[in-house]
Nanobody
Framework: VQLQASGGGLVQAGGSLRLSCAAS????????MAWFRQAPGEEREIVAA????????YYAGFVKGRFTISRDNAKNTVYLQMKNLEPEDTAVYYC????????????????WGQGTQVTVSS
């Protein structure tokens, strides 16, 4: 299984970014997908998750309606649209694939991408 995340970068507070994660080596539409993030000195935390057919989503409390997770099963790709970014959103963002069709527990995500850096300046 390979997960290739992209789309990170440097953005000013209030700006937007769209992360993408292309998956291969798995039957994509059998798996929940999620985005996690890890800031320096902090533990990794879930940002958002989406079930196999995109009719259920989960968001961490800090998202506050600013982020949207979506997926395109025809392209084996999951996205994270981030708006109104804050300096506190600075982190490495990882995409992950679950062994289940829906999950919001990190322990149920055995497949991970390499991460993409998001830096939000104040």
């Amino acid at each position: 299984v390979q997960l290739q995340a992209s789309g990170g970068g440097l953005v000013q507070a209030g700006g937007s970014l769209r992360l993408s994660c292309a998956a291969s080596g798995l039957t994509f539409n059998n798996h929940a997908m999620a985005w996690f993030r890890q800031a320096p000195g902090e533990e990794r935390e879930i940002v958002a998750a989406i079930n196999w057919n995109a009719d259920s989503t989960y968001y961490a409390g800090f998202v506050k309606g600013r982020f949207t997770i979506s997926r395109d099963n025809a392209k084996n790709t999951v996205y994270l649209q981030m708006k109104n970014l804050e300096p506190e959103d600075t982190a490495v963002y990882y995409c992950a694939a679950s062994v289940l069709q829906f999950a919001n527990n990190e322990k149920l995500y055995p497949y991970w991408g390499q991460g993409t850096q998001v830096t939000v300046s104040s």
